[in-house]
């Protein structure tokens, strides 16, 4: 909907401009069709959120890189140091990462943008708290754990996830010592469940099926039969499955 006065045209600018410097202060950087849905643009027309986008790498808070893809060019938005300095708080652990295109991996980049997209269907469900896990908030709130999640959030019933996103399948040891961390986690009370979230249904389907041929874990330091109890606390859905449930609950 057109904001016909200026006053109010301009405040809605800037609560969009702050959702996406708050998005950013803990995803760094991400591409137009996520952050178009961060700020609540829907529909087919991008000419706003392009506006949008412009005006913030106008004033310094943005900073615009673009990536070769096999069908051209792909453009992703990081945020900037005085970027940083409008949502910094002084109670946050650590200072947050400002966005240095140089130290992009594009083995990495699809990964991190598929994890937003879940992170934002999480949080459209009701989900709060979001916490990447290779940052070191993740560290100083969870110290010695042996594997990182991609992130944790906590549902809108209290329940603590922490979250996989699997675009490809690990090998089957790998997932036996991340079942094992896993477990140790919700041992101790550090979250309650581990949601692995597949970009397709055949992925889910072997993932599923990979866990039903492990037998054995450890558990407290022992051996343990990995029966329905101790897969209880596994969760396995596809991206599609997440988002629909997301666009059903508005």
Excluded: C
């Amino acid at each position: 909907m057109l904001i016909h006065n200026v006053t109010e045209r301009n405040k809605a600018v800037n609560r969009r401009i702050e959702a996406l410097l708050n998005f950013l202060k803990e995803e760094t950087f991400s591409d137009f069709q996520t952050l178009k849905k961060v700020v609540g643009y829907k529909g087919k027309h991008n000419h706003a959120m392009y506006n949008l986008l412009n005006k913030a790498v106008a004033l310094g808070l943005l900073s615009k890189h673009e990536y070769p893809v096999l069908t051209g060019k792909k453009s992703l938005w990081g945020i900037t140091m005085p970027g940083l300095a409008r949502v910094v708080n002084a109670d946050d652990p650590v200072f947050p990462a400002y966005f240095e295109p140089g130290k992009l991996r594009h083995w990495t980049l699809e990964h991190r943008l598929l994890n937003q997209r879940v992170r934002l269907a999480l949080e459209e469900k009701g989900g709060t708290g979001w916490l990447n896990g290779d940052r070191g908030a993740f560290m100083a709130r969870y110290p010695g754990v042996r594997h990182r999640p991609d992130g944790i959030i906590t549902l809108s019933s209290g329940a603590i996830v922490a979250v996989e996103t699997e675009r490809s399948l690990k090998t089957r040891a790998r997932y036996i010592s991340i079942i094992n961390s896993h477990l140790a986690a919700s041992d101790t009370g550090r979250w309650h469940y581990a949601m692995y979230v597949m970009p397709d249904d055949k992925t889910k389907e072997s993932l599923v099926r990979l866990f039903g041929s492990i037998r054995t874990v450890m558990r407290n330091s022992t051996p343990a039969p990995f029966d329905a109890k101790n897969r209880e606390m596994f969760l396995f859905r596809t991206l599609d499955e997440l988002e629909q449930a997301s666009t059903n609950r508005d």
